[in-house]
Protein backbone atom coordinates (compact mmCIF):
# COMPACT_ATOMS: atom_id res chain seq x y z
CA UNK A 1 0.00 0.00 0.00
CA UNK A 2 1.33 3.41 -0.66
CA UNK A 3 2.34 5.80 2.22
CA UNK A 4 2.43 9.32 1.60
CA UNK A 5 4.73 11.71 4.12
CA UNK A 6 6.31 15.45 4.55
CA UNK A 7 9.78 14.75 5.42
CA UNK A 8 11.98 17.93 7.43
CA UNK A 9 15.36 18.05 7.59
CA UNK A 10 16.62 21.22 9.72
CA UNK A 11 19.76 22.77 8.59
CA UNK A 12 23.03 20.57 8.89
CA UNK A 13 20.79 17.31 9.73
CA UNK A 14 21.05 14.45 7.38
CA UNK A 15 19.46 10.84 6.87
CA UNK A 16 22.69 8.39 7.24
CA UNK A 17 23.38 6.45 4.44
CA UNK A 18 20.34 3.93 3.89
CA UNK A 19 18.40 2.19 1.15
CA UNK A 20 14.28 1.66 0.32
CA UNK A 21 13.06 -1.70 -0.06
CA UNK A 22 10.58 -0.22 -2.76
CA UNK A 23 10.30 2.56 -4.80
CA UNK A 24 10.33 6.56 -3.38
CA UNK A 25 9.20 9.48 -5.43
CA UNK A 26 10.04 12.92 -3.86
CA UNK A 27 9.29 16.45 -4.61
CA UNK A 28 11.19 18.87 -2.74
CA UNK A 29 8.23 21.68 -1.35
CA UNK A 30 11.56 24.20 0.08
CA UNK A 31 15.34 23.99 0.87
CA UNK A 32 17.86 22.42 -0.98
CA UNK A 33 18.50 18.80 -1.03
CA UNK A 34 22.49 17.36 -1.44
CA UNK A 35 22.10 13.21 -1.94
CA UNK A 36 25.36 11.46 -2.37
CA UNK A 37 24.66 8.32 -4.03
CA UNK A 38 26.11 4.77 -3.99
CA UNK A 39 28.59 5.21 -6.73
CA UNK A 40 29.63 8.62 -5.50
CA UNK A 41 27.74 11.16 -7.34
CA UNK A 42 26.26 13.97 -5.92
CA UNK A 43 23.19 15.35 -6.61
CA UNK A 44 22.04 18.76 -5.65
CA UNK A 45 17.61 19.24 -5.89
CA UNK A 46 15.94 22.31 -4.94
CA UNK A 47 12.30 23.37 -4.23
CA UNK A 48 9.97 22.61 -7.31
CA UNK A 49 12.56 19.55 -8.02
CA UNK A 50 11.36 15.64 -8.17
CA UNK A 51 13.23 12.94 -8.25
CA UNK A 52 13.00 8.96 -7.33
CA UNK A 53 15.03 6.79 -5.24
CA UNK A 54 14.96 3.57 -6.69
CA UNK A 55 14.84 -0.03 -4.61
CA UNK A 56 17.45 -2.16 -2.92
CA UNK A 57 20.57 -2.43 -1.59
CA UNK A 58 22.92 -1.32 -4.83
CA UNK A 59 21.29 2.13 -4.28
CA UNK A 60 22.08 3.32 -0.99
CA UNK A 61 22.34 7.00 -0.56
CA UNK A 62 22.41 9.79 1.93
CA UNK A 63 20.60 12.82 1.94
CA UNK A 64 21.87 16.07 3.59
CA UNK A 65 20.79 19.56 4.24
CA UNK A 66 23.77 22.48 3.18
CA UNK A 67 21.49 24.87 3.43
CA UNK A 68 20.56 27.22 5.80
CA UNK A 69 16.68 26.65 5.87
CA UNK A 70 15.02 23.08 6.70
CA UNK A 71 14.50 20.99 3.70
CA UNK A 72 10.88 19.93 3.44
CA UNK A 73 10.26 16.75 0.93
CA UNK A 74 6.98 15.01 -0.03
CA UNK A 75 7.85 11.20 -0.01
CA UNK A 76 5.64 8.98 -1.59
CA UNK A 77 6.82 5.41 -1.07
CA UNK A 78 5.70 1.89 -2.48
CA UNK A 79 6.59 -0.56 0.29
CA UNK A 80 5.99 -4.27 0.22
CA UNK A 81 3.73 -5.62 2.89
CA UNK A 82 6.32 -5.86 5.88
CA UNK A 83 8.76 -4.23 4.96
CA UNK A 84 10.34 -0.82 6.44
CA UNK A 85 10.42 2.29 4.60
CA UNK A 86 14.18 2.59 4.49
CA UNK A 87 17.06 -0.08 5.92
CA UNK A 88 20.11 2.14 7.61
CA UNK A 89 23.78 0.96 6.27
CA UNK A 90 26.75 1.95 6.81
CA UNK A 91 29.07 4.84 5.53
CA UNK A 92 30.92 3.10 2.50
CA UNK A 93 34.57 3.06 2.48
CA UNK A 94 35.00 5.33 -0.10
CA UNK A 95 33.30 8.06 1.73
CA UNK A 96 35.13 7.52 4.94
CA UNK A 97 38.00 7.91 3.14
CA UNK A 98 37.18 11.23 1.72
CA UNK A 99 38.12 10.39 -1.59
CA UNK A 100 34.03 12.01 -2.80
CA UNK A 101 33.47 8.92 -5.56
CA UNK A 102 33.39 5.17 -5.73
CA UNK A 103 36.07 3.23 -7.40
CA UNK A 104 34.77 1.20 -10.47
Do not use: C, K, Q
Not at 15 to 36: A, I, M, N, Q
Not at 73 to 80: D, M
Not at 86 to 101: D, K, L, M, N
Amino acid sequence: MPLVRTVTLPPGAGTGWHYHPGRVEVVVLSGTLTRTLHDGRVEVSRAGDSLVEEVGPVHIHEGRNLGTEPVVLIAGYAVPEGRPLAVSVAEPAWSRSGAGTAEA
